[in-house]
């Protein structure tokens, strides 16, 4: 989701002054090699979490109907395969109704239809985390042309003839802000280390919990930003109050359900961050040269594990079991934030590996497919 918003961004271009509206009415588009693209449309799931998000921003939006089909029970699988038909349908409909030049994909079992219906238009795919899964598998079979955010990931697309390392691309008002407006934006104290939290989403629901647990002991030493999401928010809100009555130095304590464009003020803020490994840890902690504590999912494919273990072999970050927090956590944070020695080694070696235009690059890619698409109309 993220990776396709900052894509679009670098479309339109930054100071171009277009809004979405006025991609959904079809006005040329100004910017980085953009002159072929002429309009947006957001491909989603029925009921998906990306669709507030891109409505907020106000790019149009559709959703088709999808499910997975590997490693899916035989009671689930009969209606999954109808759920895909449906999707193929609706996305030859759509296809027929939009005519797109070009067709990007940024993985997900969302995609699979809308890439099988649109095998006559030219195709871009992003592959955000290290090893793809099977939807992304799938769609690498079915695209034109495949960029990576990172040079690893091209041991699983040998047989492709267009791949290429982009990086990850992240959105361009993550780094507007200085140390100071960021601090000052979420109320820091600038004499404190600060530890930056990422619960955010329903595969992180134990990092919330382990460190709701460990609050009392941080705050003694250090102030916390945490990013619980929607899921968890009354009982972090509870934990909130709770500590106001109890410990001096609650209001060290600071919990956000959500953060939209403020979240950059936390990245830049941050001296450490503790955070499940999915993809925009390839990219985002990178971009700030932030040290990370990495817990992957351990209930989904291992694409968590090998982002993760991919960033501590750099050097880059540490990496602790989500089964192994309520011991190792706490004197794992102690540990780096009484180091500044070791945090700074950390920085150095996840700044190496940014790709600071990414997005512009992939953007250019798409702005190249749609002309040449144009060229043999």
């Given at each position: 989701m993220y990776p396709a918003l900052a894509v679009l961004q670098a479309v339109i271009g930054d100071n171009s002054g277009i809004t979405w509206d006025e991609i959904a009415s079809k006005k040329t588009l100004p910017g980085i090699k953009t002159e072929t693209i002429n309009s947006v449309l957001w491909i989603g799931g029925i009921g998906g979490m990306e669709a507030d998000l891109v409505k907020r921003v106000g790019i149009p939006y559709e959703a088709v109907p999808a499910a997975g089909v590997h490693g899916v029970g035989l009671r689930v699988l009969p209606g999954n395969l109808l759920k895909l038909g449906k999707g193929y349908i609706q996305s030859r409909q759509i296809l027929k109704r939009f005519n797109p030049d070009v067709l990007f994909f940024t993985g997900g079992y969302v995609?699979?239809?809308?890439?099988?219906?649109?095998?006559?238009?030219?195709?871009?795919?992003?592959?955000?985390?290290?090893?793809?899964?099977?939807?992304?598998?799938?769609?690498?079979?079915?695209?034109?042309?495949?960029?990576?955010?990172?040079?690893?990931?091209?041991?699983?697309?040998?047989?492709?003839?267009?791949?290429r390392v982009t990086g990850y691309p992240t959105r361009s008002n993550l780094k507007s802000w200085s140390l100071d407006s960021a601090r000052n934006a979420l109320g820091l104290d600038p004499d404190l280390h600060t530890l930056l939290v990422l619960g955010g989403s329903k595969g992180a629901r134990s990092i919330n919990q382990a460190l709701l647990k460990l609050l009392p002991e941080l705050l003694k030493e250090m102030q916390v930003v945490h990013i619980s999401g929607e899921l968890d928010w009354s009982e972090v809100e509870a934990v909130c109050t709770s500590l106001k009555d109890s410990l001096p130095c609650a209001e060290r304590y600071k919990p956000f359900p959500y953060l939209h464009d403020e979240m950059g003020a936390a990245l830049t803020a941050a001296d450490l961050v503790v955070s499940r490994s999915g993809a925009s840890c390839l990219g985002e902690y990178p971009l700030f040269g932030l040290p990370a504590i990495l817990v992957p999912y351990p209930y989904a494919w291992r694409y968590q594990e090998v982002n993760a273990l991919y960033l501590s072999k750099k050097g880059a970050a540490e990496v602790v079991p989500d089964e192994e927090m309520a011991t190792q956590l706490l004197p794992k944070v102690r540990e780096l934030m009484t180091d500044n020695n070791r945090r700074e080694q950390m920085s150095q070696a996840m700044r190496t590996l940014v790709y600071p235009n990414a997005a512009e690059s992939i953007a250019s890619h798409l702005a190249e497919l749609a002309a040449l698409n144009r060229e043999r109309d």
């Open positions: 995609a699979v239809p809308m890439a099988l219906a649109g095998r006559k238009v030219p195709s871009l795919l992003f592959v955000p985390d290290i090893e793809p899964g099977v939807a992304l598998k799938t769609l690498a079979r079915l695209a034109d042309h495949i960029d990576l955010s990172v040079d690893a990931s091209h041991e699983y697309f040998e047989r492709h003839p267009n791949v």
